[in-house]
């Protein structure tokens, strides 16, 4: 490793709260890691195009690195090492910070176009099932609270690591009246909504929704019970290397976070798992909005071959100049 490649300390940082899920969830790993490589760039000390490029694709491999499953985190640093650009290390440098800026307006602002047509499937008195914090699930109730629509919600807690109370906090900022579950309570309650909200980390070529470990079988409650399960997903969650057959890799997690090292010694030798994500197959998917409008799961592959081609170049990957 040499010296004049060496990693921003705030770099190292952002990688390491995404791999602690300190910051967490898709979307927001995506502008953190943007982020993360605009104050590489600008605060990079090397002085030569060569090492400036090699320094950002090793920023990149660094945090391409923190968890495998999300799509949105390769596919902004696909957004951004793609745009780098330039004879000098000023010009590079300006071509990833301004790279960035872009990315993460068009983040935001898809989010918000994503939660107006979202909104349009959400009428007054609806009640929504959620599961896991997804902000583009979430961009759909805000969008349709001020429409001045009036929504309640079923919120599964999500275990192991209860990312339903963060649901539950903003829709209550929201207005919104919830009742709060643990996720085996789910089926009970599901005669009693009239959508299921999910967001996603990654969506496949065939249309398979990968998200929170439990939307599957949520997913398949649901179908059984009749209520529509819509996917909120900016098209950054489009998976273009699945499209030549990759499989979406599910990341396991420490055994710590479903149960205390105490506990587990007192119940005596046994194995515990904690994948973070399922894939849900597309026949239990009713509709994946976007903020280029609401697509059959069926028909994303259309969209992604627009969006990214056949081919998804790892511009973050080791190469010669
Ligand atoms: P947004 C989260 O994963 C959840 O699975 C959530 O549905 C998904 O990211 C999408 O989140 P984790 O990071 O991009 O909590 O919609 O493991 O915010």
Same mark, same amino acid.
């Given at each position: 490793m040499s010296d004049e490649t060496a990693l921003h300390p705030e770099l190292r940082e952002t990688a390491d709260r995404i791999a602690e899920m300190e910051i967490r969830g898709a979307a927001t790993i995506a502008g953190a890691a943007v982020e993360a490589l605009a104050t590489q760039a600008r605060e990079s000390a090397v002085d030569d195009p060569t090492a400036f490029r090699r320094q950002q694709r090793r920023a990149g491999r660094h945090l391409y690195? /923190?968890?495998? /499953?999300?799509v949105s985190l390769p596919n902004a640093l696909r957004y951004v090492l793609d745009r780098m650009d330039g004879d000098s290390v000023a010009a590079l440098r300006e071509s990833v910070v301004s790279a960035a800026g872009e990315f993460t307006e068009r983040l935001s602002r898809a989010q918000s176009d994503l939660g107006e047509i979202g909104a349009n499937r959400l009428r007054d008195g609806d009640t929504v099932m959620t599961h896991c914090h997804s902000t583009d699930a979430l961009a759909c109730v805000e969008a349709a609270v001020d429409q001045g629509k009036e929504l309640s919600a079923v919120v599964k807690e999500t275990r192991p690591r209860r990312q339903g109370h963060i649901t539950a906090e903003r829709l209550r900022e929201l207005g919104v009246d919830v009742t709060l579950i643990v996720d085996s309570a789910a089926r009970r309650y599901l005669d009693d909504v009239d959508h299921v909200l999910v967001g996603a980390d990654s969506i496949a070529a065939d249309g398979s929704v990968i998200n929170k470990i439990g939307t599957s079988g949520l997913a398949v409650n649901a179908r059984e019970r009749g209520v529509p399960i819509v996917v909120a997903a900016q098209t950054i969650k489009l998976h273009p290397e699945t499209l030549t057959g990759q499989t979406v890799e599910i990341e396991m997690r420490e055994e710590s976070e479903v149960i205390d090292r105490e506990t587990r010694e007192e119940i005596g030798e046994l194995t515990v798992d904690n994948p973070a994500f399922d894939v849900t197959p597309p026949r239990y998917v009713d509709a994946i909005v976007t903020e280029s409008g609401q697509f059959p799961p069926e028909t994303i592959v259309t969209l992604m071959r627009e969006l990214f081609g056949e081919s998804a170049a790892r511009p973050w990957e080791e190469r010669e100049e």
């Open positions: 690195d /923190t968890r495998p /499953t999300a």
